[in-house]
């Protein structure tokens, strides 16, 4: 009862964070990003400080920390945005946008800085905090008067992330989730981007009260954002070839309640077969030459022990080993999806018929799975494929139009560029993904 109580505590209120919840904590800005599970006893390495995670416990999700050095040593302390610093924004936008200064005139010699490493370890010594570091810093540089407005927020900006780091806690959903898998580990997710997600569950058409045969080869995102998108109504049949499920750690991270995860089931191939067409014979033939090639998706298995990803915007800070991140305690784990379907749940979806299906599975051959999987649908039921190349897709759907399966067939390329949103300095972003993978949608039909 103890373990069950912090969850349906965070049931009454997603918005706030409790003792065994997952979280994804924003080091600097996007610099890097890390899973963590919160508990008493969890620590993050931010630099070469170790920083417990206990203080995180009881915050809202979007709440702000900073580092501090204390008497026991660094900890997070949570920052309260006030509005006098919103009007100092707004006094500071004004000033970029009537400034005429330039930094023609400086000259980078090493010599603008009078403060020494030493005198830095020594206002550490004394309790000096970060923002105190950084404005000896400003203030003791000969050049900081003379650089553009623009230019002090980025000095002063970068010595922030040196001196006094800051931590913002969000949520983990489907967005930040596949968001941070894809800026650093995109191949464990099969490069499945962020809008191409959310493409693949609107053609599949994803809604409350629906019964999605899943194909999950991707760690679990997918499974997670059809649960998120059913919201503990409907069912999930994620199915997979042969004796051993296709891993879903991922799904972990969503923090999701018993309720939901009792709606998330597994069931083999071989143990669906289709009340209309025999495909049962097919489905045992082909799942030799699919498991072959299926092995691969081994490499894409994530660890169970620690959840965490490292990511970081900027070459030279590359990746933290797993020590950063102590793992956690087996008292907050989150509850375990995935059951195996019972054979009442599997005679119904033999009755009724999914109703739409969804695959991620760039390890396998696309048509193999769908001639198996389509019939198990009911009749007018949509489905969704993805895949990280366009010809395995245009293989099925040719295949798809010769047995006259399914209509409305058709394969979509997502498009996707961010923009920097700043005063005075709006514009596209330098660089982009160049593809989000292939979609192809279709709707089943009878065959006769």
């Given at each position: 009862?103890?373990?069950?109580?912090?969850?349906?505590?965070?049931?009454?209120?997603?918005?706030?964070?409790?003792?065994?919840?997952?979280?994804?904590?924003?080091?600097?800005?996007?610099?890097?990003?890390?899973?963590?599970?919160?508990?008493?006893?969890?620590?993050?390495?931010?630099?070469?400080?170790?920083?417990?995670?206990?203080?995180?416990?009881?915050?809202?999700?979007?709440?702000?920390?900073?580092?501090?050095?204390?008497?026991?040593?660094?900890?997070?302390?949570?920052?309260?945005?006030?509005?006098?610093?919103?009007?100092?924004?707004?006094?500071?936008?004004?000033?970029?946008?009537?400034?005429?200064?330039?930094?023609?005139?400086?000259?980078?010699?090493?010599?603008?800085?009078?403060?020494?490493?030493?005198?830095?370890?020594?206002?550490?010594?004394?309790?000096?905090?970060?923002?105190?570091?950084?404005?000896?810093?400003?203030?003791?540089?000969?050049?900081?008067?003379?650089?553009?407005?623009?230019?002090?927020?980025?000095?002063?900006?970068?010595?922030?992330?040196?001196?006094?780091?800051?931590?913002?806690?969000?949520?983990?959903?489907?967005?930040?989730?596949?968001?941070?898998?894809?800026?650093?580990?995109?191949?464990?997710?099969?490069?499945?981007?962020?809008?191409?997600?959310?493409?693949?569950?609107?053609?599949?058409?994803?809604?409350?009260?629906?019964?999605?045969?899943?194909?999950?080869?991707?760690?679990?995102?997918?499974?997670?954002?059809?649960?998120?998108?059913?919201?503990?109504?409907?069912?999930?049949?994620?199915?997979?070839?042969?004796?051993?499920?296709?891993?879903?750690?991922?799904?972990?991270?969503?923090?999701?309640?018993?309720?939901?995860?009792?709606?998330?089931?597994?069931?083999?191939?071989?143990?669906?077969?289709?009340?209309?067409?025999?495909?049962?014979?097919?489905?045992?033939?082909?799942?030799?030459?699919?498991?072959?090639?299926?092995?691969?998706?081994?490499?894409?298995?994530?660890?169970?022990?620690?959840?965490?990803?490292?990511?970081?915007?900027?070459?030279?800070?590359?990746?933290?080993?797993?020590?950063?991140?102590?793992?956690?305690?087996?008292?907050?784990?989150?509850?375990?999806?995935?059951?195996?379907?019972?054979?009442?749940?599997?005679?119904?979806?033999?009755?009724?018929?999914?109703?739409?299906?969804?695959?991620?599975?760039?390890?396998?051959?696309?048509?193999?799975f769908v001639k198996d999987l389509l019939p198990l649908l009911s009749y007018s039921a949509p489905f969704a494929i993805y895949h990280q190349y366009l010809q395995p897709l245009a293989t099925c759907m040719h295949n798809l139009q010769v047995e006259k399966m399914a209509i409305g067939l058709q394969i979509s390329e997502p498009w996707l560029r961010e923009y920097q949103v700043l005063p005075s300095r709006t514009h596209p972003c330098m660089q982009m993904s160049a593809t989000g993978g292939y979609i192809l949608s279709g709707t089943r039909i009878y065959t006769g």
């Amino acid at each position: 009862m103890s373990q069950n109580k912090p969850q349906s505590d965070a049931i009454q209120n997603a918005k706030v964070t409790w003792e065994g919840c997952s979280v994804l904590l924003d080091i600097n800005d996007g610099d890097r990003l890390v899973f963590a599970r919160l508990s008493a006893g969890s620590t993050l390495k931010i630099g070469n400080k170790n920083c417990s995670l206990q203080p995180l416990i009881g915050c809202p999700f979007g709440s702000l920390f900073q580092v501090e050095n204390g008497k026991k040593g660094p900890y997070l302390s949570r920052i309260i945005p006030s509005t006098e610093d919103n009007n100092v924004q707004d006094k500071e936008v004004c000033q970029i946008k009537e400034e005429s200064r330039d930094n023609r005139a400086i000259i980078d010699n090493n010599q603008a800085q009078s403060l020494s490493g030493e005198d830095i370890d020594e206002m550490r010594r004394q309790g000096a905090t970060g923002n105190d570091i950084v404005e000896a810093l400003i203030a003791n540089s000969t050049t900081f008067e003379k650089k553009t407005q623009f230019s002090q927020e980025k000095y002063r900006l970068r010595k922030q992330k040196k001196y006094a780091p800051k931590v913002l806690l969000r949520r983990p959903f489907a967005r930040s989730i596949s968001e941070a898998y894809f800026k650093k580990y995109p191949a464990r997710i099969g490069f499945l981007r962020v809008d191409t997600l959310s493409l693949l569950l609107s053609m599949a058409n994803i809604a409350p009260n629906s019964d999605v045969l899943v194909v999950d080869m991707i760690g679990g995102l997918l499974t997670g954002a059809v649960a998120e998108r059913l919201g503990g109504t409907g069912f999930i049949c994620n199915t997979y070839l042969g004796d051993t499920p296709y891993p879903m750690d991922i799904v972990r991270i969503f923090n999701f309640s018993t309720e939901i995860c009792q709606r998330i089931l597994r069931c083999s191939l071989s143990d669906l077969p289709s009340a209309q067409n025999g495909t049962c014979d097919q489905t045992q033939q082909h799942e030799g030459d699919c498991m072959l090639e299926s092995q691969p998706n081994e490499q894409i298995s994530l660890s169970a022990t620690a959840e965490e990803v490292q990511l970081s915007s900027e070459d030279g800070l590359g990746l933290a080993s797993e020590n950063d991140l102590s793992v956690v305690s087996k008292t907050c784990k989150a509850p375990k999806a995935g059951d195996k379907a019972s054979k009442e749940t599997i005679q119904l979806w033999k009755e009724n018929g999914f109703s739409s299906l969804i695959i991620a599975a760039p390890e396998v051959d696309v048509w193999s799975f769908v001639k198996d999987l389509l019939p198990l649908l009911s009749y007018s039921a949509p489905f969704a494929i993805y895949h990280q190349y366009l010809q395995p897709l245009a293989t099925c759907m040719h295949n798809l139009q010769v047995e006259k399966m399914a209509i409305g067939l058709q394969i979509s390329e997502p498009w996707l560029r961010e923009y920097q949103v700043l005063p005075s300095r709006t514009h596209p972003c330098m660089q982009m993904s160049a593809t989000g993978g292939y979609i192809l949608s279709g709707t089943r039909i009878y065959t006769g």
